[in-house]
C-alpha cells in the first residue's frame, strides 16, 4: 500500500503481518453458532495453529515466479498440456512445508485452476478431490465466515460435481487410481449431494439473497433430489428434506456425510490425484440427473 496508494496501514493485520491462518485465529466470526460444515472449532484451530508455525512467507516469495508458470499454463491450448504446467508450480510449491500451509499464497492459485482444468477435461472425479481440498482446507481460513459468497458458490459447485458424476454411467470414484477401493465405496455420493444442497439452501438467502438464481437452482435440484429419493426409497435423503439439517436427526445424518466427503478432501491424496490424473479427456457439462438406468446400476452395486 505505501509503494502503490502512498500511506502505510496501521490496521492489526497489517501491523501483526498476519498470514491467512492468523487472520482466521483472530477472527471472531469462527466462533459463530453457525453449522461450519459440521467440522470441528477445535480441529479447524488446531490446524491453523499448526500452520502459523510454518514459515508462510518463505513460500509467498515464490510468488512471482508461480504466478508466472500458472498464466503460462492456463494459455495453453489443450487441458493436459495447461495440467503439465500446472503440475510443474504445483511440485515446486510442495518443497516448502508441504501440507502445513496448503491455504497459504501461492497455493491456492495453483490448486484452483488446477480443479477447473480437470472439469474442463472430463476428470469430473478428480475436480471433485480438488474442490473438496478447497472447501475443507483453504476457505475456512480464507473466508472465516461459513456464509461468505464465494465459500457457498463453492459448495453448489461441489454439489454439481457430484450430480455430474451420478448421471453420468462413465463417472465412478473408483475410476481414480488414487483412491483406495474400500474408500471410494464408503462415500455415499447420492445423500452427499443431498447434504450439500441443504447447507447451499441454508446459507443462500444470507450470501447471495433469497430471490437469488442460485438459489432458485438449489430449490429446483432438491426437488429433482426428493423425486429420486422417493424412487430409491433413501430414508436419509428424506429424512434431511423433511427434518431439515439446522439441528436434530438431521443435523446428524447430514454430518455423517459431510464427514465422507472430508475424507475425500485429504491433502495427501490430493496429491496424489494430480499426479496421477494427467487431464487427457474431453470438457463435459450438464445439471442435476439422475437417470433411470443409472439409478438401477446404482442400486444393483449396493452403492445406495
Not at 57 to 62: R, S
Not at 138 to 145: A, D, K, M, Y
Request: with cysteine; aromatic share 8%.
Amino acid at each position: 500500500m505505501k509503494e502503490r496508494y502512498f500511506f502505510t496501514c496501521v490496521c492489526s493485520k497489517c501491523v501483526g503481518d498476519w498470514d491467512v491462518y492468523a487472520t482466521f485465529l483472530n477472527n471472531s466470526c469462527r466462533k459463530a453458532n453457525e453449522l461450519w460444515m459440521f467440522s470441528s472449532y477445535k480441529e479447524l484451530e488446531k490446524e491453523a495453529l499448526n500452520a502459523s508455525h510454518a514459515n508462510t512467507h518463505e513460500i509467498a516469495q515464490d510468488y512471482e515466479v508461480i504466478s508466472g508458470i500458472v498464466s503460462r499454463a492456463n494459455a495453453e491450448e489443450t487441458p493436459e498440456v495447461t495440467h503439465a504446467g500446472l503440475q510443474v508450480a504445483f511440485n515446486l510449491l510442495k518443497e516448502v512445508h508441504w501440507g502445513a500451509i496448503i491455504a497459504a499464497v501461492p497455493y491456492p492459485n495453483v490448486i484452483r485452476p488446477l480443479a477447473e482444468n480437470y472439469v474442463t477435461a472430463d476428470e469430473i472425479e478428480a475436480g471433485l478431490v480438488l474442490l473438496l481440498t478447497t472447501v475443507f482446507h483453504i476457505q475456512p481460513f480464507e473466508f472465516p465466515e461459513p456464509w461468505n459468497p464465494i465459500r457457498v458458490a463453492t459448495l453448489r459447485g461441489v454439489a454439481t460435481l457430484i450430480s455430474q458424476i451420478l448421471a453420468g454411467p462413465k463417472y465412478s470414484l473408483h475410476r481414480l487410481r488414487a483412491i483406495p477401493s474400500s474408500q471410494a465405496v464408503e462415500v455415499e455420493l447420492f445423500p452427499c449431494a443431498c447434504a450439500v444442497l441443504l447447507l447451499v439452501a441454508h446459507y443462500a438467502p444470507r450470501s447471495h439473497g433469497s430471490s437469488s438464481k442460485l438459489l432458485e437452482g438449489v430449490y429446483t435440484d432438491l426437488a429433482d433430489v426428493e423425486r429420486h429419493a422417493n424412487d430409491l426409497q433413501n430414508r436419509d435423503c428424506l429424512a434431511m428434506l423433511k427434518l431439515g439439517i439446522q439441528d436434530g436427526t438431521g443435523r446428524v445424518i447430514a454430518g455423517k456425510y459431510f464427514r465422507q466427503l472430508e475424507k475425500l478432501a485429504d491433502i495427501e491424496l490430493m496429491s496424489q490425484v494430480i499426479d496421477t490424473v494427467d487431464c487427457a479427456g474431453n470438457g463435459h457439462n450438464g445439471a442435476f440427473r439422475l437417470p433411470r438406468a443409472k439409478e438401477e446400476t446404482l442400486v444393483s452395486e449396493g452403492i445406495f
